[in-house]
């Protein structure tokens, strides 16, 4: 399995942005997938999950009302709309798989990531 992410970029404060994430080599479609973030000099932090079926998903405080997770099964793809962007929300964003999302988050298999950049 590979996961790749894209839509990562430049975007000015109030802005949006939509990130995919794309998996080849195996299907998505049995697994929670979840999306990170890290900037400079920070820890790696959960910003959002979705269950195998879409139904149950879940939003780090600092991103509620503002970032929506969703998923096409059919193509593979885990999507992270973001809304409003922030300069704090800042970093670079990776995908992983979170095989027994919501009973842990245990990751296994990560995307190399996407930079995103809220700057004026």
């Known amino acids: 399995l590979q996961l790749a992410e894209s839509g990562g970029g430049l975007v000015q404060p109030g802005g949006s942005l939509t990130l995919s994430c794309v998996a080849s080599g195996a299907t998505l479609d049995y697994y929670g997938i979840g999306w990170f973030r890290q900037a400079p000099g920070k820890e790696r932090e959960v910003v959002s999950c979705?269950?195998?079926?879409?139904?149950?998903?879940n939003y780090a405080d600092s991103v509620k009302g503002r970032f929506t997770i969703s998923r096409v099964n059919t193509k593979n793809t885990v999507n992270l709309q973001m809304n409003s962007l922030k300069p704090e929300d800042t970093a670079v964003y990776y995908c992983?798989?979170?095989?027994?999302?919501?009973?842990?988050?245990?990751?296994?298999?990560w995307g190399q990531g996407t930079q995103v950049t809220v700057s004026s």
């Open positions: 979705i269950s195998s079926s879409g139904s149950s998903t």
């Open positions: 992983a798989r979170i095989p027994y999302y919501p009973s842990n988050y245990d990751t296994d298999y």
